[in-house]
């Protein structure tokens, strides 16, 4: 059980926008930045977002992080099949360390 | 590009130590932190520690007992060791670069993993 909670699951439809969660605390996401990671199962992850809001090069503009008090949340618009993966938060806590969400896996029907 | 190439033995039996070697192409090894992470089979993931070219190392909390990271600068290699394994151990090993903070989490280069599998 991770002290960063996401659901299990999201779905949506090509084009659509989905949102994933990210519900922490003060002394993880209330205090510090928050990082995104994209999981293709049998891959490393990578990193989609950082700083909690900023995209590495190469990362498209569909991608969007943010946050608000102790929940973030990673938002990606004009959904496309190839987006089908795991999704992970990950931020530092001032008791834990590093930290990262259960994960979500997101679904395009 | 900074690559990531990690190696170490796959299969291990109870009370054994794990060890695992990344070594950085591409990059310095200085200045950045070096982390490693695991997975296991069909879960998430799970943070085990960082250490930086001066040696300084944090640790999981929930592991720290058990965890021994280091970095061999002229090699341009890190290495992590953890002793007494036990099945809960058996998992997909990545290492990864962090970034010059301690407590950014933003891991941009990832090594291909390794299978470390726990059986007796």
């Known amino acids: 059980q991770s002290v960063l909670t996401q659901p299990p699951s999201v779905s949506g439809t090509p084009g659509q926008r989905v949102t994933i969660s990210c519900s922490g605390s003060s002394s993880n996401i209330g205090s510090k930045t928050v990082n995104w990671y994209q999981q293709i199962p049998g891959t490393a992850p990578k990193v989609l977002i950082y700083g909690t809001n900023q995209r590495p090069s190469g990362v498209p503009d569909r991608f969007s992080g943010s946050k608000s008090g102790t929940s973030a949340s990673l938002a990606i618009s004009g959904l496309q099949s190839e987006d089908e993966a795991n999704y992970y938060c990950a931020v530092w806590d001032d008791s834990l360390k590093g930290v990262f969400g259960g994960g979500t896996k997101l679904t395009v029907l | 590009q900074v690559h990531l190439q990690q190696w170490g033995a796959g299969l291990l039996k109870p009370s054994e130590t794990l060890s695992l070697t990344c070594e950085v192409s591409?990059?310095?090894?200085?200045?950045?932190?070096w982390t490693w992470i695991r997975q296991p089979p069909g879960k998430g993931l799970e943070w085990i520690g960082e250490t930086n070219h001066n040696g300084r190392s944090t640790y999981n909390p929930s592991l720290k007992s058990r965890v021994t990271m280091s970095v061999d600068t002229s090699k341009k290699q890190f290495s992590l060791s953890l002793n007494s394994v036990t099945a809960a151990d058996t998992a997909v090993y990545y290492c990864a670069r962090g970034s010059l903070s301690s407590t950014s989490q933003t891991f941009d280069s990832w090594g291909q993993g390794t299978l470390v599998t726990v059986s007796s």
């Open positions: 591409g990059g310095s090894l200085n200045f950045y932190y």
